[in-house]
């Protein structure tokens, strides 16, 4: 595993603390959460397209259900 070290200004790292401190959890935990939340997102580009293909379909979806 790799350690990053990053810059935060002071009100940020308040925040920070205060958040973690709300769940219960430290604030490389709660930075961990977020970072994986991100990455897992899908794709924006896959996104788009399930959504056209979704929008044009939806007509035949809704006679085959």
């Known amino acids: 595993m790799t350690t990053i070290a990053i810059n935060l200004p002071d009100d940020r790292l ?5 958040t973690a401190g709300r769940f219960g959890i430290t604030i490389e935990d709660l930075v961990r959460a977020g970072i994986e939340q991100l990455l897992s997102q899908p794709d924006e580009t896959f996104q788009n397209a399930a959504d056209y293909v979704l929008k044009k379909n939806a007509e035949l979806y809704r006679r085959l259900a």
Do not use: D, K, M, S
Request: aromatic fraction near 0%.
């Open 14 to 18: 308040q925040r920070l603390r205060e």
